[in-house]
């Protein structure tokens, strides 16, 4: 991992960042920002800083969806030029998992990129005297922002190595520590959590910096706090702690009435040629070039009156007649009637959380706390959605299916069902579409990893 969390790649995250910055003539163009900011960090260094990390937290989005969607059956990825999609990722024939390709080594390093990037940050206001260029409630409002981010980054790389691990302690690139467990992991992502609430808290009514629109709502210290106990709730979840959940889910933005489900925290993304677009987006009726297709069960699974499934759009063509007709698309064995439609332009925004997954994280924690407290959730979901209210049995067992079928539609391509099934012991029951595929429950820790 160290080729990929060095200080230069610091460098590389601002001068792409999400916020303009003042073009400056340095002496030595590998590691200029480095030097500079541990000597005298400015209120303009600091916004450019944070623009350098919210840019690398969106860099390798695409290859991270695409194994969660793919291994957990969501959809296939199609690309003639690369089969890993559909022979890797699907475990086709005698294919396994490489430690040493894109698909892991891209995501891996770009969230470790993010974690450097805002840990150097810390590491210059730590170090320096800046009292008189920020107020001490600035300084612990940005702790507590930053601390947030390298929580939700470590979780998604524990997200793809899952049993098999992943490094906490990063802060010192030439001295980093061990791999630790998943339990251990999700234990110190926790810690992490709570120590930046705790900044948040006592971080004054505004950060020492602007956000994206992607933040709308959730820009000042406070209400971003809610979104560090959404992420807290989550991996509370994870951790099979729902009296925890709860307990988070408090202090977050969910409200159980008045919801607008989508209201949350967001990537952005724009066509702006300094600037990054939506990964996740590829036009209707694509070729096997580049497409994204539904795996058929989530239209047969659904609810015929389930207005989730506008998230998947069903491929057509026109026949010599003029007629519309159907396009399946068929690629190495796989065929599908319906593109993924999660996104439907290529600045769409990504969520990062939003309130329809902590209103199903309220439902999940009180399966075997509150039932009818779980029906309630879920049946908002589910009206949402346009569906009948849930009728089914009230024990724990078939209170369990329906949050994870609910789970299944509303985060759709959103990379959490591989991780929902995962984690109730359920990957035996994703759908097989060739005779020799496999499910794998992880990916392999990078090679670079033992270098």
């Known amino acids: 991992m160290k080729k990929y969390i060095t200080k230069s790649l610091l460098a590389l995250s601002i001068c792409a960042g999400l916020y303009s910055c003042d073009v400056q003539e340095y002496s030595d163009l590998n590691n200029p920002e480095v030097d500079a900011f541990e000597e005298n960090l400015t209120r303009g260094d600091l916004q450019d800083l944070v623009g350098g990390v919210l840019y690398s937290s969106r860099v390798g989005l695409g290859n991270y969806f695409d194994n969660c969607g793919v291994i957990g059956r969501e959809y296939y990825r199609f690309s003639s030029s690369d089969p890993r999609y559909t022979s890797d990722l699907l475990g086709g024939e005698n294919a396994v998992l490489d430690n040493n390709t894109f698909y892991i080594t891209t995501p891996w390093a770009a969230r470790y990129r993010t974690v450097k990037n805002a840990n150097l940050i810390l590491g210059f206001i730590e170090e320096q005297d800046l009292s008189a260029i920020f107020t001490e409630e600035e300084l612990t409002a940005t702790r507590g922002f930053l601390n947030t981010m390298i929580a939700h980054e470590l979780l998604l790389n524990l997200n793809l190595t899952d049993e098999g691990g992943i490094r906490i302690d990063v802060s010192d690139e030439a001295n980093l520590g061990p791999i630790v467990s998943k339990e251990q992991a999700l234990a110190a992502i926790k810690s992490i959590l709570n120590e930046a609430s705790l900044d948040l808290n006592a971080g004054g009514s505004s950060f020492p910096f602007f956000l994206t629109n992607g933040f709308a709502g959730f820009s000042t210290p406070a209400r ?7 992420l ?10 729902f009296p925890e959940v709860l307990n988070a889910l408090q202090n977050s933005f969910l409200e159980i009435n008045g919801l607008d489900l989508n209201q949350g925290v967001y990537h952005i993304f724009t066509d702006d040629q300094t600037d990054i677009l939506n990964p996740m987006f590829f036009p209707t009726n694509s070729s096997t070039a580049g497409a994204r297709i539904a795996q058929p069960s989530f239209i047969t699974d659904a609810e015929t009156s389930d207005i989730r499934l506008n998230k998947v759009a069903l491929r057509s063509a026109t026949d010599e007649d003029g007629n519309i007709i159907p396009n399946p698309l068929t690629l190495d064995g796989l065929t599908g009637e319906y593109d993924v439609f ?3 332009s290529n600045v769409d925004p990504i969520p990062i959380i939003r309130k329809e997954e902590l209103l199903l994280l309220y439902a999940e924690a009180n399966i075997t706390i509150n039932p009818m407290e779980a029906v309630t959730a879920l049946d908002i979901i589910r009206e949402s959605a346009g569906l009948d209210s849930y009728a089914g049995a009230m024990d724990a067992a078939s209170l369990t ?3 994870l079928t609910q789970r299944r539609y509303s985060l759709y391509a959103e990379g959490h069902r591989w991780i929902d099934v995962r ?3 359920r990957l035996d029951e994703l759908p ?3 005779a020799n595929d496999d499910v794998f ?11």
């Open 342 to 344: 999660r996104y439907t």
């Open 401 to 403: 299916d329906e949050m």
């Open 224 to 230: 971003f706090d809610e979104i560090n106990n959404a």
């Open 232 to 241: 807290a709730a989550r991996v509370a979840a994870y951790q099979g702690d």
């Open 432 to 434: 097989i579409d060739r």
């Open 441 to 451: 429950s992880q990916f392999p820790i990078p090679l670079t990893e033992n270098q």
């Open 423 to 425: 984690r109730y012991n």
